[in-house]
Every structure is written in structure tokens, then in C-alpha cells.
């Protein structure tokens, strides 16, 4: 049977930067206050005339120089975000427009909606058709222009995330590869985070816009609660599913949304923080970007060998949780 694997993978995170000594002239908050409670020192922030899209486009391109490969050796596009251009088309449609395919019989693209868990998601079904033969290669991407969707009012949330986009190319690879995935929800805990306003429940109005229905809204205690008990149960299953210990894992890649959280999994697991890949400092939570951005940083650092297994493990709205074993 093939075997997936990532051959490829970069990201891109927007050039202007917002630090916690900026939000302090925003909002009621202190450098502190956020280094001590989440570990986030900065975040990037895309550009006034940037959507998803378009950082969409600028990770996939590098992913692409990175293989060797051009945009017509990709046969499926994958787009994971909660932050679309729009609610249709869907963004990874316009990304393979931004990649020059013009006709009507260009590659199969679309979207992801998963939350922060997005890019595992889209991992595991760029795995199932990259093995099952319906494609060669797949390029999943996690991109998010969160800073849109913040109510820079609330220090609860705008304090928290950042911007930017990390893409996969996903093929037949020589090794282990791709080693496993475990995909799961929560689907009773799905209003703890959402963006209420905008759909067929709550359509846009004024009575919305009014009651800032059009920003994120979360329950952070309940989050926190489901985010500890999910990424147990998700590394948990990979490790069982695949055969492994954590002894075995190299680099434990966990969702970048809090270092407390980031902590409490690594200590669950016996992992200590030398084996623990954190981004979170320096990028904030880029939701569905966050795996795979926090993965090209350290590789961009020379962290990671051939070889090395990584265990990723990410939570997000929906809820959602998933857990991924790869092999470099």
C-alpha cells in the first residue's frame, strides 16, 4: 500500500507586527498580564489590502519552490480556515486562481471548516487520497486573517490571536510518512466558540453589527477545560493507534493557542519542554496556521532531522480535536 508523506511544507506570516506594548494603548491589558496567562509576546497582522487568500497563495508558492514543483503538479488543494475571503467561493478556489489555473478543468479545491484543528484535518484526507490512488499529490493549507474577526474591544480574545498561513504538499514519500491520524468533536460544546452573526441563524442586520455579533465570542474557561481533556484523549488514540510511547516521539507539536495548555499536555505525556516545539511568542494563535507554522520555524532553525517522529494535536472551534504522528 502507498504511503503519505509531507515533502514539503513553509509558511508565511504577515510583515507588520502588533506586540502586547502595542495593545496596551488598545485595550486594558499589560505586557505581563498576557506573558504570564498565555506566553504570547507579539502576533503578525496581515495587511490592509491582504485576505486569506492572498497569504494562502504567498505559503503555497514557497511549499512549491521548496519541492521543485509547479502549481500543475498539484492535484487537489485543501484550505483550512475559519476565516474565509468570504462564505463562497471558497478561499482554496481563489487560491488556485492566485496560482494561475485558469480553466474549467482545474484541480479540485475547497475549504475546511474545523477551527483550529483544521490542518490536521485536512492532513488526514490528504493522507486517505494520496494512499487510496485518487490523487498524487495533495497541498493542505492553514491560513487565518484572525485580526479581521476581533473585537479589539474585548482584552478576553484580541490579546490572543495572530495572522498568517502555513501549506503542505502531501505525496507518496519514501519512509514512514504520514504514520497515523485521529480525528474527533464535540459538537454540544460548539457555541462555547463561535462568531455568531453572519450565517442562515443569525443573518447580518443592524441588531447584529449593534450586539458585535460579527466577532469571536468564547467561553475561555470552558475552552481551556475541553482543550486539556481533548489533546489527552487525541495523543493518547495516535500513540495507541500507531504503536508508539511518547518516549518515542521527537518533537511534540501541540496547537500554539497557550502555553499553560501547552504544558499541562506535555506533562500528561511525560514530555519535557526541551522536546516541545512552542511558537506561540512570537505568532499568538494562528488557529488553523498554527501546526504547520510552528513546524516550518523549526525547521527554518534546523530543530528538525530525517527521521525525527513528530506528534501533533490540536483543538479548536466545533469543537474539534485531532491528532497526527508523522515521520520527517
Known sequence: ???????????????????????EKMVE?????IVTRTGIKQRHIVAED????????????????????????????ILATATPDMLFPSTGCLVTAKLGFTGVDS???????????????????????????????????????LSRILDWTDRNTCVLFGDGAGAAIVSEAEGSGI??????????????????????????SQETIDKRMHYVHMDGNDVFKFAVRAMGIGCKKILDKTGLTADDIDW???????????????????????????????LGNTSAASIPMTIDKAQQKGKIKKGDKLLMVAFGAGLTWGASIIEW
Not at 1 to 23: C, H, Q, R, W
Not at 52 to 73: H, Q, R
Not at 263 to 269: G, N, P
Open 1 to 23: 500500500m502507498k504511503k503519505a508523506g509531507i515533502i514539503s511544507l513553509a509558511s508565511y506570516a504577515p510583515e507588520k507586527v502588533m506586540t502586547n506594548f502595542d495593545l
Open 29 to 33: 491589558t499589560s505586557d505581563e498580564w
Open 50 to 77: 491582504q485576505a486569506t487568500s492572498d497569504i494562502s497563495t504567498i505559503a503555497a508558492k514557497e511549499a512549491l519552490k521548496k519541492a521543485g514543483l509547479e502549481a500543475s503538479d498539484i492535484d487537489c488543494f
Open 107 to 145: 484541480p479540485p479545491a475547497y475549504d475546511i471548516a474545523a477551527g483550529c484543528t483544521g490542518f490536521v484535518y485536512g492532513l488526514a484526507q490528504a493522507k486517505a487520497y494520496v494512499e487510496s490512488g485518487l490523487y498524487k499529490r495533495v497541498m493542505v493549507i492553514g491560513a487565518e486573517s
Open 179 to 204: 504514520l497515523g491520524c485521529e480525528l474527533g468533536s464535540w459538537g454540544a460544546g460548539g457555541m462555547h466558540l463561535t462568531l455568531p452573526a453572519g450565517g442562515s441563524l443569525n443573518p447580518a
Open 252 to 282: 511534540f507539536v501541540p496547537h500554539q493557542a497557550n502555553i499553560r495548555i501547552i504544558d499541562s499536555a506535555a506533562k500528561r505525556l511525560g514530555i519535557g519542554m526541551e522536546r516541545v516545539l512552542v511558537s506561540l511568542d512570537e
